[in-house]
């Protein structure tokens, strides 16, 4: 038997028999472009947040002051304590270039906001961003993925790229304004529904712990 891994001096194996003795390089993990939030995160992730708000050409100031208070640091860690990829934070040379905020909607799983930082905004971040939401997301827990936008946004070009479709136009919805839901069918396969973002007494506790030690 010529198996290399039971010959100690190789110098007795051929020339080819010694280029197959040599372990190939491991390939390098290709690295994610997203990881999940961690109460860390939060302040940056809220302060990124308001800005995206604010500076959003395509929503009424009516609308994004109630935005701006709804989704508060207090929703943002219950989110991170009810499942830290509720916040997916983008990322680029090591550093967080953005996120998307998804809450759980008994059964559906709803976008809230994705945001690429101006300072690093590229096409093929939100393209990344969104696929790897999509891919984590497809996992068995919800029947599909629900977005609000607005007709103009660029944003529907990356929806329907995904294969996000059109289903209702919502005229004088929120505030008056017209709204476009946009959703992607999963696949549930898993027996049961999730409770929103009610965690009940042990959850909030967990919740606190991970603030407090910011984890």
Do not use: C
């Amino acid at each position: 038997m010529t198996d290399a891994s039971v010959i100690s001096d190789t110098s007795v194996l051929s020339n080819h028999e010694q280029t197959a003795a040599v372990p190939k390089p491991v390939a390098k993990a290709k690295k994610s472009p997203v990881r999940a939030a961690t109460m860390a995160d939060i302040d940056l992730i809220h302060a990124r947040l308001m800005e995206a708000i604010e500076t959003s050409p395509h929503y009424s100031e009516r609308f994004k002051a109630f935005e701006k208070e709804r989704m508060g640091k207090r929703y943002l860690r219950t989110l991170v304590a009810v499942d830290p990829y509720h916040i997916l934070i983008v990322v680029a040379d090591n550093k967080p270039a953005g996120f998307m905020i998804t809450s759980p909607q008994y059964g559906a799983l709803w976008l809230h906001w994705s945001y690429i930082f101006p300072e690093m905004r590229r096409a093929s971040l939100a393209m990344a961003g969104l696929r790897a939401l999509i891919a984590h997301w497809d996992n068995g827990q919800y029947h599909k993925i629900s977005t609000y936008t607005k007709d103009g946004n660029p944003a529907v070009a990356l929806l329907k790229r995904f294969k996000f479709a059109l289903t209702a136009n919502l005229e004088n919805h929120i505030f008056g304004e017209d709204y476009l839901l946009y959703e992607l069918p999963l696949t549930k396969t898993i027996e049961g529904y999730d409770r929103g973002t009610g965690m009940g007494r042990l959850g909030r506790l967990k919740a606190r712990l991970r603030a407090m030690f910011n984890i």
